[in-house]
């Protein structure tokens, strides 16, 4: 999964003065266990990139609704494989 992380602006401004945007980030990459992470500004605002491999969908209840409660965050996530899951994928169509 990639899952895109965006703070809303003043929840952001607050989490980063009082340090509490750290203790966020730091709790992200305790729960999700990413395989890559990445920060970055889009569309003007601080976004957090996440590559994960969820087991189980219904655990992103639990790990994303802090970024929802404490930061205000706009969260997308998308489904994403790697080349070698491609391959298996077109190998599949080409057999079917």
């Given at each position: 999964?990639?899952?895109?992380?965006?703070?809303?602006?003043?929840?952001?401004?607050?989490?980063?003065?009082?340090?509490?945007?750290?203790?966020a980030m730091e709790r992200a990459h305790e729960q999700l266990k990413p395989e890559a992470?990445?920060?970055?500004?889009?569309?003007?605002?601080?976004?957090?990139?996440?590559?994960?491999?969820?087991?189980?969908?219904?655990?992103?209840?639990?790990?994303?609704?802090?970024?929802?409660?404490?930061?205000?965050?706009?969260?997308?996530?998308?489904?994403?494989?790697?080349?070698?899951?491609?391959?298996?994928?077109?190998?599949?169509?080409?057999?079917?």
């Amino acid at each position: 999964m990639l899952i895109r992380i965006r703070p809303g602006l003043q929840a952001a401004n607050t989490a980063v003065t009082d340090g509490s945007m750290k203790v966020a980030m730091e709790r992200a990459h305790e729960q999700l266990k990413p395989e890559a992470s990445y920060f970055l500004p889009q569309d003007g605002q601080r976004t957090a990139l996440f590559i994960c491999d969820i087991a189980d969908e219904s655990q992103l209840v639990s790990m994303l609704d802090p970024f929802f409660s404490n930061l205000e965050a706009k969260i997308d996530v998308f489904p994403v494989m790697n080349f070698d899951d491609l391959r298996a994928g077109l190998d599949q169509l080409s057999q079917g």
